[in-house]
């Protein structure tokens, strides 16, 4: 099956700097993929969507000035979280969907835990 | 705006079957119904999804009602790493967005 990968699996900050996260397509093309925020206890909330090529769509009440968000290539988007606050530690959830795969199915990375201190 | 409803928690005893509840009574005709779990501390994982006709893989079991407006997620011989949290999602084919709900948070027991 189609494989994303994320990296760093967690990552410790300090106040005030940025973090960039990685998502990677690993067997497939992902025209589209997805970043995801979770906090504990918490589902899963989408924060952006981001096609290859172009500017990412966010949702309402995120931040596009401080989650940079680049789809640079069909296997390759990353996440920079940038002045990150404490506020900002959360589980971060790439997954993508791929060029010809069937429509259905949206794979999803392992997770990046975010702590800022 | 919540469009499926599930039960938050669930037990199961460990070699029995899980039947996971999902009500969707505004889903549309073009939204299919998907499932996915996770486990903890982890990235969710695709188990199901189907239109209308009941569905069967190597994981599960996926069996819509009629009218569509629910349906429920069978788990045959629930083992101790099937506890996760199980999430019900109705999703249009075209329509890039997975959005979650809260899901059912499933304990399988010995």
């Known amino acids: 099956g189609a494989v994303v990968s994320q990296h760093p699996s967690r990552v410790i900050c300090k106040s005030g700097t940025s973090v960039k996260i990685e998502c990677r397509s690993l067997?497939?093309?992902?025209?589209?993929m997805f970043w995801y925020r979770q906090f504990p206890k918490q589902s899963l909330m989408l924060m952006a969507t981001?096609?290859?090529?172009?500017?990412?769509?966010?949702e309402q009440g995120v931040e596009k000035d401080k989650f940079l968000i680049n789809h640079a290539s069909l296997t390759l988007s990353t996440l920079t979280v940038t002045s990150a606050h404490p506020e900002d530690s959360s589980f971060y959830i790439c997954?993508?969907?791929?060029?010809?795969?069937?429509?259905?199915?949206?794979?999803f990375g392992p997770g990046t835990r975010l702590t800022v201190t | 705006d919540a469009k499926t409803t599930q039960p938050p928690s669930m037990d199961c005893a460990e070699g029995r079957a899980a039947n996971l509840p999902c009500n969707h009574s505004?889903?549309?005709?073009?939204?299919?119904v998907y499932w996915y779990r996770q486990i903890h501390s982890q990235g969710p994982q695709y188990i199901i999804h189907?239109?209308?006709n009941n569905e069967t893989n190597e994981m599960a079991s996926l069996i819509i009602t009629e009218d569509r407006k629910s349906s429920t997620l069978i788990l045959p011989h629930a083992t101790l790493r099937d506890t996760a949290v199980y999430y019900c999602?109705?999703?249009?084919?075209?329509?890039?967005?997975?959005?979650f709900g809260a899901g059912t948070r499933l304990t399988v027991k010995p």
């Open positions: 997954s993508a969907r791929g060029l010809d795969s069937n429509s259905y199915e949206q794979y």
């Open positions: 067997d497939f093309q992902a025209t589209t």
């Open positions: 981001s096609n290859e090529g172009s500017k990412a769509t966010y």
């Open positions: 505004t889903i549309s005709g073009n939204e299919y």
């Open positions: 189907g239109l209308k």
């Open positions: 999602i109705v999703r249009a084919d075209n329509n890039n967005d997975m959005r």
